[in-house]
């Protein structure tokens, strides 16, 4: 069976269309490997998340967590579907600020913010920041101290919920190296700090318990527990907090075998937990805040690449090698991820060979799906891996002195370059190369 996913059609010629454009015209005009976004369904993710909050009547904000992909065009979809943004460095925040996003409207992570960070996020005047730990919360307000500028805080918690795949954990006290911890006291003495500081406005607490979750129970109970820590420091210090950040994690699907929840139901069970859990305690329902980032941009994005050389080895295996890999998508190598795909160019014949496919990086470990069934596929041809949206470009590299691919945007049978393709030049642009003897630095 063909499996042409919900973003995806294949027209009457057997070839792949991704939100009315070609993969044939796509590869002829940009090239390969390209990453291909369909704009309208990571568009559909967003006002998911944002129509679901909408009827539950709750105050709320959807951070789009940039470091799933971000780019300038990205910045703006974000922007025009009225969500916030959530980075986590200097450059995401650089990108946010070129591509002219609400500065109120962009949040500020990082466990390790350096000085002249933290002054780039004051002196944009960013919303908020997502404190990590003791030395950011005294250097945050040193700077804002400098400045006279007060600055919105969230404190990063770790609840002790270690959410996966298909459970969660209860840590108790937590090993990571994000956050307060709430279960050994850093969290609620974090807390005290923050109010002593004039030059902060603490608005509440945020929690990330995982990645690519699959049930709810984790976000119930990490609510649950985040519940009972604004109740206690209620009752201790008499301060009500306005905002209770829930991170981001919502699962997407890679393969078949995978079955993630619907968006709605993620916040449906987000809301409702947050109303029962503060309820229980008549607390004032806080705002919530999510960060979703795979679930918005994973299963909305595809690799086109080229295929190229094949090795057989009769009673083992056929390599297939395309023209990326690891490159452009380091999961499979750095997880164990899996993909997948299928012969664009030819998606409608009948596939009938197992082939791995193999990147072309010089690393035995740069191969991106193993034992998949394809039409028997020749030099030239187009494989379309699926659900590449996702730390897909943003962990891209440059191994081997491999440029990246473009990446475009489509819509309702358009098509627009939203990232060049880095080229040669590109490569060797921070290279700084001696000539002769006279450049030499002496040592002394
Ligand atoms: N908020 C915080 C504080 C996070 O640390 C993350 C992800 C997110 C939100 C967004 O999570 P998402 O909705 O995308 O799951 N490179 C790994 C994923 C690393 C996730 C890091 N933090 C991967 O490719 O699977």
């Given amino acids: 069976m063909v499996n042409v996913q919900s973003n995806h059609r294949m027209n009457q010629h057997g070839v792949l269309e991704i939100d009315g454009v070609t993969s044939t015209e796509l590869v002829k005009q940009y090239g390969t490997p390209l990453m291909v976004y369909n704009e309208t369904a990571i568009r559909q993710n967003c006002r998911e998340f944002k129509q679901t909050f909408d009827q539950s009547g709750l105050t709320y904000q959807v951070a789009y967590a940039g470091k799933a992909f971000l780019c300038m065009d990205m910045v703006r979809l974000v922007k025009e579907e009225g969500m916030s943004l959530d980075v986590v460095s200097g450059g995401e925040l650089y990108t946010a600020l070129q591509a002219g996003f609400p500065v109120e409207r962009i949040h500020f992570h990082g466990n390790n913010k350096s000085v002249e960070e933290l002054e780039m996020g004051i002196d944009a005047g960013i919303g908020c920041f997502v404190v990590d730990n003791f030395i950011e919360l005294e250097l945050l307000h040193e700077l804002a101290a400098e400045r006279e500028q007060k600055v919105n805080i969230l404190l990063r918690v770790t609840p002790g919920v270690e959410a996966h795949t298909h459970d969660y954990i209860m840590t108790g006290q937590e090993d990571s190296k994000f956050g307060f911890d709430v279960g050994n006291g850093q969290g609620k003495l ?68 995978d079955e993630p929840l619907p968006i709605r139901e993620y916040v449906k069970s987000i809301t409702e937990a947050v109303k029962f859990s503060f309820g229980q305690l008549s607390y004032p329902t806080p705002e919530i805040w999510v960060e979703p980032g795979r679930s918005i941009v994973a299963e909305a994005g595809t690799t086109l690449y080229k295929i190229g050389t094949q090795k057989n080895l009769p009673g083992i295996r056929k390599y297939v090698a395309i023209d990326g890999g690891m490159t452009d998508n380091l999961r499979p190598a750095l997880y164990k991820a899996r993909y997948d795909a299928l012969l664009a160019n030819r998606a409608n014949e009948e596939r009938t060979e197992v082939v791995s496919i193999a990147g072309k990086a010089c690393e035995s470990g740069d191969m991106l799906i193993w034992d998949i069934a394809l039409p028997p596929v020749r030099m030239g041809d187009t494989l379309a891996v699926f659900s590449t949206g996702a730390y897909g470009y943003s962990m891209a590299n440059n191994y081997n002195r491999t440029p990246r691919p473009a990446v475009v945007f489509v819509k309702e049978g358009e098509s627009r370059l939203v990232i060049r393709r880095e080229s040669y030049r590109d490569l060797v642009r921070n290279d700084v190369l001696h000539h002769g003897v006279e450049a030499v630095v002496k040592s002394q």
């Fill in 190 to 257: 974090g807390v005290q700090l923050a109010l002593q500081k004039p030059y902060f406005h603490l608005l509440g607490v945020h929690s990330h318990i995982g990645s690519q979750i699959f049930e709810t129970e984790g976000f119930q109970y990490a609510i649950e527990v985040l519940a009972r820590f604004l109740q206690e420091v209620r009752e201790e210090s008499d301060v009500v907090m306005s905002v209770l950040n829930v991170g981001g994690g919502f699962g997407v699907r890679y393969t078949e075998e």
